[in-house]
């Protein structure tokens, strides 16, 4: 069970922010105890310790390499440690400022406002204010009480973690009891910040060309794309980041945003399935053949081929099948591959089934394959008893999720209700990835 849930790029972080802490510890405990004011400040500036431990390994974390994701379990997985790690150390900074105003406003007002503003030339005092203006500037926005921010607002704002790192180093060094860990913490965060930003675009990116945009049904687009160089090695599952440069769309152009690949990873093309779900994916969908894109990843580890032998079931729908539709033209191409698969396509109705026929045709020659179409408006919600009645033994196999949130959150409330174990169910969330 442990195993399943920490993965080895977790003890990694853990220890990140274990090592200063324990390092700071024996001179807090020995200042909590011989000052009036010491537990206050000490625990002011344990939460500092904390706080610029945990927002350096945010900006670790940001680093996107390819592979390197996959000791977290996937990049979404990265991602939403990322986040949570960036709120928590945006919380401790604050208690850091707030202990700190708490220690010295016994001394009186105006010793206790020296202390916090003190003169311009205190200029590391100064930059811990600029770290925690710039943390307010770029994560309160972002916080689910001010409404969901568009995908261009949330990468500006980011661009602010930067300076504010630099901001919060700079506030620390000078004042640290050990300088070293803060200039190694330091260089690997503000490295992954150079990387992500400065160097990536051009030296972490694959050169594509369009070949075809097969539309699919209205709205969902299927785009096959022809390597220029070197071309891109990926596992069934997987995404990319996509960013395209056709001058005649309408929006996106230049940007980079995730898509599953639905090929094969044999497959002479690589193929992307985009559903019009936004500014950037509608306008995808008019994409010219011959333009060029630029390809970065793959990323996710949405199969977590650590449980091979294990016989799995799939559950997608809407665009979040192309996954599925990726591991079953890989499974076509295998004459025996490790584990029998038996997928559900769930649409409204059979419509919205866009890549039914073809993975009819992939049940009918792969046995280890099999194919159960359910559609929401014939037959209503997905139910235990039509799960138990195609697939007697799905209680047994590993899980596989992907689709709406609705539908997400409907099927792991019924597969739990059922005594499915929560470690066997797999699902992968690409909120602002």
């Known amino acids: 069970m442990i195993k399943r849930w920490l993965k080895p790029g977790d003890i990694l972080l853990i220890a990140m922010v274990v090592v200063p802490v324990l390092l700071i510890m024996p001179s807090?405990?020995?200042?909590?105890?011989?000052?009036?004011?010491?537990?206050?400040?000490?625990?002011?500036?344990?939460?500092?310790?904390i706080g610029l431990s945990l927002m350096l390994l945010a900006a670790m974390m940001s680093i996107r390499l390819p592979y390197l994701d996959r000791l977290f379990g996937g990049l979404p997985r990265l991602w939403s440690q990322h986040r949570w790690v960036g709120f928590l150390s945006f919380m401790l900074v604050m208690l850091h400022a707030w202990g700190l105003s708490f220690s010295v406003i016994t001394r009186g007002m105006e010793p206790a406002m020296t202390v916090l503003f003190p003169p311009l030339s205190y200029w590391p005092v100064w930059m811990g204010w600029l770290a925690l203006a710039l943390m307010v500037a770029f994560l309160g926005p972002t916080f689910r009480f001010a409404g969901r921010l568009n995908y261009q607002k949330w990468k500006r704002l980011h661009l602010l973690s930067a300076p504010a790192t630099v901001a919060a180093l700079a506030h620390t060094l000078p004042l640290a009891t050990y300088p070293l860990v803060w200039w190694f913490l330091g260089a690997l965060a503000i490295g992954a910040v150079i990387w992500r930003k400065v160097l990536s675009p051009s030296l972490g990116r694959f050169e594509y060309e369009v070949v075809e945009v097969n539309t699919l049904v209205r709205g969902v687009v299927e785009i096959s794309l022809k390597p220029r160089g070197k071309p891109i090695q990926y596992e069934a599952g997987q995404f990319v980041y996509l960013t395209p440069f056709d001058d005649s769309l309408s929006n996106g152009v230049g940007e980079e945003h995730p898509y599953t690949l639905s090929s094969?990873?044999?497959?002479?093309?690589?193929?992307?399935?985009?559903?019009?779900?936004?500014?950037?994916?509608?306008?995808i969908q008019t994409i010219r053949k011959g333009s060029r894109v630029q390809i970065e990843g793959p990323y996710g580890d949405f199969y977590e081929r650590h449980y091979p032998q294990k016989q799995q079931l799939w559950l997608g729908g809407g665009i979040g099948i192309t996954p599925f539709v990726s591991g079953?033209?890989?499974?076509?191409?295998?004459?025996?591959?490790?584990?029998?698969?038996?997928?559900?396509y769930l649409a409204n109705d059979p419509s919205r089934a866009y890549f039914a026929d073809e993975l009819k045709e992939i049940a009918v020659k792969q046995p280890t394959f099999d194919l159960t179409l359910h559609l929401f408006r014939e037959q209503g919600a997905m139910t235990a008893a039509?799960?138990?009645?195609?697939?007697?033994?799905?209680?047994?196999?590993?899980i596989y999720m992907c689709g709406p949130a609705p539908m997400i959150n409907h099927l792991r409330a019924l597969l739990m209700h059922e005594g499915v174990p929560a470690s066997a169910i797999h699902f992968e969330v690409f909120d602002f990835l």
């Open 264 to 283: 094969a990873p044999s497959d002479k093309y690589l193929k992307v399935g985009i559903k019009d779900l936004g500014d950037s994916s509608h306008a």
């Open 386 to 398: 039509f799960l138990q009645e195609h697939c007697p033994d799905y209680r047994e196999r590993e």
């Open 28 to 49: 807090l405990m020995q200042e909590a105890w011989n000052q009036p004011s010491g537990f206050f400040r000490g625990l002011a500036r344990l939460a500092g310790v």
């Open 328 to 344: 079953a033209r890989d499974m076509a191409g295998q004459e025996k591959p490790a584990a029998q698969v038996h997928l559900f």
